[in-house]
């Protein structure tokens, strides 16, 4: 009996030294969060008009990144250590959680939204969704680049990104938790700085790009961010559509192209490796559903509804890049659409963006991964029995093999994830939707896109609205990485407070 005490104890007090540790980092995460948040009274230089607003951001971004501060600076332990998988998921559902939460607070002192709406729009932009319940025309510009800079942030894996820049081996078990397990390096540390480089350079090339397009700067500053984060919250209630402009919609796809693409992907890219990302799954699988579904869509909606063939041509191309990317951007509205462009949508919306990238969905990778297993149990079946395959894929330069186990994990994520995608079209339904109107609603929702049929407003049910903020936080975080931290630390927290 004596034995088994001194064994919780040693116990307890290893779990104590963990959770100070996750504490610390997840304060970093927060303090960087605040910094976000803080970020928008940058434009008081442009709009010093709006400078009595500016105290709905200094509160909770100054409390944010204070208390963040010195959680990190006393917590977090000076030898580094490596944090496993689920500790990495602890720390990530709790920074997110504290974000969105603070991140409300904006919305509530400013906009004058209530709870809930806050929360929707909060969760909304840093899990980059882009679903909105603001009234664009009477927000301020403070607001509207508030909305867009945590898109921008939480798009890039802020916190995780960040932290793994300071500390290689725990950095490992973050990256990992966030869903961003390939690195552009050996070292994660490197990796980080890679894509921290990458991403704010398109968003600058972006910004000017947009600007030269014909967009004003405050509009490109805005549209870039959301773009490239494939987040799509816009300045204007028409979206893209507001400005009908050939220029302007191509370099938007370019960017969501951008922000859907792995890292790893657009790395090889702009070192001029151009074998590696022909090879890649991702991008065959891109360069295959894109141009089909927009001439389905040519031929089948757009065709016999806008009054040119060129403008129906680019709208069948920007919808489904939109779509695919899990942007949200639009330059039409879906009203007059007929079913086949509805299904198409909701299809391109569910598969969803790259793996390791700023968009979500179910991810091509897996989807790529499921046909070259079927491919393969296929081949098998026509093989003699004791013949020994694999299913082949290319990651960056290296050729890499499915096995069983990667297959079943696979397999098991896409149940999950139409499990709750039903789950959440059966609710949305039972507030009185319409089918059609319910998959398109939540299929936007759980894969954080952002387009939208009318089902959110500000005026929607308060149920409604919840149903949605839980499908936008599993699907940015992947399912997973909620599931294994929530369970962590219901496991942990007795242990850890009490000794049992």
């Known amino acids: 009996m004596l034995l088994e005490r001194k064994k919780t104890n040693r116990y307890s007090q290893f779990l104590r030294q963990r959770y100070r540790a996750i504490l610390g980092y997840t304060g970093l995460i927060c303090a960087i969060a605040g910094v976000v948040m803080l970020s928008p009274l940058l434009a008081l230089i442009f709009y010093p008009e709006e400078i009595g607003l500016a105290w709905g951001f200094a509160l909770p971004g100054i409390f944010l990144t204070v208390v963040g501060g010195l959680l990190w600076r ?49 969760t909304s932009g840093w899990t980059t969704t882009g679903l909105s319940v603001v009234d664009v025309t009477q927000a301020s510009r403070l607001i509207l680049l508030y909305r867009s800079n945590i898109e921008l942030a939480g798009g890039g894996g802020f916190a995780i990104i960040a932290l793994s820049a300071i500390s290689g081996l725990s950095g490992a078990g973050l990256t990992s938790a966030e869903g961003r397990s390939e690195q552009l390096a050996p070292n994660v540390r490197r990796s980080a700085k890679l894509v921290l480089s990458i991403y704010s350079g398109y968003a600058v090339v972006g910004i000017l790009a947009l600007w030269l397009a014909g967009m004003g700067w405050f509009d490109a500053v805005n549209h870039s961010f959301a773009a490239l984060s494939t987040g799509g919250f816009s300045t204007r209630t028409d979206s893209i559509g507001y400005w009908d402009s050939p220029a302007v919609e191509a370099v938007t796809i370019v960017l969501m192209i951008l922000g859907t693409l792995n890292f790893l992907t657009s790395y090889f890219l702009l070192r001029g490796k151009f074998k590696p990302v022909v090879r890649n799954g991702e991008v065959r699988l891109m360069a295959l559903v894109i141009p089909l579904c927009a001439v389905i869509v040519f031929f089948g909606v757009a065709v016999n509804l806008y009054e040119t063939m060129g403008k129906s041509v680019r709208v069948a191309i920007f919808e489904m890049i939109t779509a695919l990317s899990t942007t949200g951007f639009s330059t039409v509205g879906y009203g007059d659409w007929n079913s086949l462009g509805w299904t198409i949508l909701i299809i391109l919306m569910l598969i969803g963006g790259g793996t390791g990238a700023t968009a979500g969905g179910i991810k091509q990778f897996r ?10 149990e296929v081949k098998r079946m026509l093989q003699p029995k ?37 789950v959440g079209v059966i609710i949305t339904a039972a507030y009185g939707n319409s089918l059609p109107d319910s998959l398109f609603e939540y299929a936007s929702s759980l894969s954080t896109v952002g387009l939208s049929i009318g089902v959110t407003s500000s005026d929607a049910p308060v149920g409604l609205i919840w ?11 992947e399912f997973f990485t909620v599931f294994v931290g929530i369970i962590r630390l219901f496991k942990d927290l007795p242990a850890v407070f009490f000794g049992k």
Not at 95 to 121: K, R, S
Not at 369 to 375: D, F, G, N, P, T
Not at 405 to 422: D, K
Not at 469 to 477: A, D, E, H, Y
């Open 74 to 122: 006393f917590l977090v332990p000076k030898k580094v250590i490596s944090l496993s998988l689920s500790e990495g998921s602890v720390i990530v559902v709790l920074a997110w959680l504290l974000a969105i939460a603070f991140g409300t607070i904006p919305f509530m002192l400013i906009q004058g939204l209530n709870f809930p709406q806050a929360a929707f729009e909060s």
């Open 367 to 376: 989807i790529y991964a499921l046909y070259r297993a079927l491919l393969w």
């Open 386 to 422: 004791n013949t020994v395959t694999e299913p082949d894929y290319w990651q960056g330069d290296r050729r890499s093999f499915l096995d069983d186990s990667q297959i079943r994990t696979i397999a098991l994520f896409v149940f999950l994830y139409f499990l709750v995608f039903f």
């Open 467 to 477: 149903t949605q903020i839980v499908g936008m936080f599993l699907g940015r975080l």
